[in-house]
């Protein structure tokens, strides 16, 4: 149990488009995602924290214009990157807390994303 | 604001032989702390959790200790394996955030 998808897993796109990446929780609801931005041989960076219902937390630094989160069910988050720039590319990975939980997060595969 | 460091950035050694990875972290309120898998390309795996309120924490050939009080936890993998070969993170938990390091990229060698 506690499975965490992503999709796509890889998207090339041109610069000035918008891409959306889906993050599903497959056998458990999940109340809270969070999505994280992750650098060549460079740690997890949290991005936002994504509540059912509820608009998205945005840490430090993150334009929220930018990064569009939707969190519109107990087992759906998207992520969408606006008007991509190649500055964005780079691995996408969310994860998602099973409600009335507070303690493991279960991570999705990641999005590679890389815009030309 | 919570910093993690992973000790050494990467780390090659012979197929039989045990491992020590190292994490340091700054802010000692933690709820746990959390060492992760994470294989190139993909996400991460999680292979051990220690509560704030625990010492280690053991699976298999892994063990991982947590000493709260100097900010360290060691993960230790005995009779190392080339299949163990990947990228260990690790991730302290201070509220509801999780703060990871860069992680030690391990080779082992067949």
């Known amino acids: 149990g506690a499975v965490v998808s992503q999709h796509p897993s890889r998207v090339i796109c041109k610069s000035g488009t918008s891409v959306k990446i889906e993050c599903r929780s497959l056998?458990?609801?999940?109340?809270?995602m969070f999505w994280y931005r992750q650098f060549p041989k460079k740690s997890l960076m949290l991005m936002a924290t994504?509540?059912?219902?509820?608009?998205?937390?945005?840490e430090q630094g993150v334009e929220k214009d930018k990064f569009l989160i939707n969190h519109a069910s107990l087992t759906l988050s998207t992520l969408t990157v606006t008007s991509a720039h190649p500055e964005d590319s780079s691995f996408y990975i969310c994860?998602?807390?099973?409600?009335?939980?507070?303690?493991?997060?279960?991570f999705g595969p990641g999005t590679r994303l890389t815009v030309l | 604001k919570q910093e993690v460091t992973q000790i050494p950035a990467a780390l090659s050694v012979p197929e039989g032989e045990n491992l020590v990875l190292n994490c340091s972290f700054t802010?000692?309120?933690?709820?746990?702390l959390q060492w992760f898998r994470q294989d190139p390309g993909k996400g991460l795996t999680s292979l051990l959790l220690?509560?704030?309120?625990?010492r280690e924490q053991t699976s298999g050939r892994l063990n991982a200790s947590l000493d709260k009080s100097s900010g360290r936890s060691t993960l230790y993998i005995a009779a190392s394996q080339p299949g163990d070969s990947a990228t260990y993170l690790c991730?302290?938990?201070?509220?509801?955030?999780?703060?990871f390091g860069a992680g030690t990229t391990v080779t082992v060698r067949a």
């Open positions: 994860s998602a807390l099973r409600t009335r939980s507070t303690d493991t997060q279960y």
């Open positions: 056998d458990f609801q999940a109340t809270t």
């Open positions: 994504s509540n059912e219902g509820s608009k998205a937390t945005y």
């Open positions: 802010d000692s309120a933690i709820y746990n």
């Open positions: 220690i509560q704030s309120s625990q």
């Open positions: 991730a302290v938990k201070n509220d509801y955030k999780l703060s």
